[in-house]
């Protein structure tokens, strides 16, 4: 358990950025040249609607951090609050860390009003599942994650890949 939870800091920049690599690459991802500068301005800009949070051991070393936003929900005709990012050092993983920021990000959509957190896994992340099943069962939703930059078409029936 996080002897203490609080926003992110100018001065931690390096902690962030490694765990952020180290996020990336448990997802198998690469941030792109000049991400880590691009999201590190989302979180400091007061205009920006994206935050992060950091959960601090006995000691004040920085051992996990989250990162959240607001998401317009359409159907609902308002906002949520979207919890895009989760890391937690790996040998403190199952002691209540993520348990705790997650519930941090709770309090602040309460505080705004905001009538859920919602967020995405990768199927084989169990580990995190298991965590994030106390909360609520999954959904029955299926991620699309259509790319626009090399537009690339799938052909019926074959459906074999056609690069435009």
Same mark, same amino acid.
């Given at each position: 358990?996080?002897?203490?939870?609080?926003?992110?800091?100018?001065?931690? =920049?390096?902690?962030?950025?490694? #765990?952020?690599?180290?996020?990336?690459?448990? *997802?198998?991802?690469?941030?792109?040249? @000049? %991400?880590?500068?691009?999201?590190?301005?989302?979180?400091?800009?007061?205009?920006?609607?994206?935050?992060?949070?950091?959960?601090?051991?006995?000691?004040?070393?920085?051992?996990?951090?989250?990162?959240?936003?607001?998401?317009? =929900?359409?159907?609902?005709?308002? #906002?949520?609050?979207?919890?895009?990012?989760? *890391?937690?050092?790996?040998?403190?993983? @199952? %002691?209540?860390?993520?348990?705790?920021?997650?519930?941090?990000?709770?309090?602040?959509?309460?505080?705004?009003?905001?009538?859920?957190?919602?967020?995405?896994?990768?199927?084989?992340?169990?580990?995190?599942?298991?965590?994030?099943?106390?909360?609520?069962?999954?959904?029955?939703?299926?991620?699309?994650?259509?790319?626009?930059?090399?537009?690339?078409?799938?052909?019926?029936?074959?459906?074999?890949?056609?690069?435009?």
């Amino acid at each position: 358990m996080p002897a203490n939870i609080r926003p992110l800091a100018e001065g931690d =920049r390096a902690i962030w950025e490694q #765990m952020f690599q180290s996020y990336a690459e448990f *997802y198998k991802t690469n941030v792109p040249e @000049g %991400g880590f500068n691009a999201v590190w301005g989302w979180i400091f800009d007061p205009e920006n609607d994206f935050w992060c949070a950091v959960a601090e051991n006995a000691d004040g070393d920085v051992v996990a951090f989250t990162q959240y936003q607001l998401m317009h =929900r359409s159907l609902g005709g308002g #906002m949520t609050c979207y919890l895009s990012d989760l *890391y937690t050092l790996p040998d403190l993983r @199952g %002691g209540g860390v993520g348990r705790a920021l997650i519930d941090y990000v709770r309090e602040f959509a309460k505080a705004k009003g905001l009538p859920n957190v919602r967020w995405l896994t990768q199927e084989f992340n169990y580990p995190a599942r298991r965590l994030y099943d106390t909360y609520s069962p999954k959904s029955d939703f299926i991620l699309y994650n259509v790319p626009v930059l090399s537009l690339i078409h799938i052909s019926e029936p074959t459906r074999q890949a056609e690069i435009s």
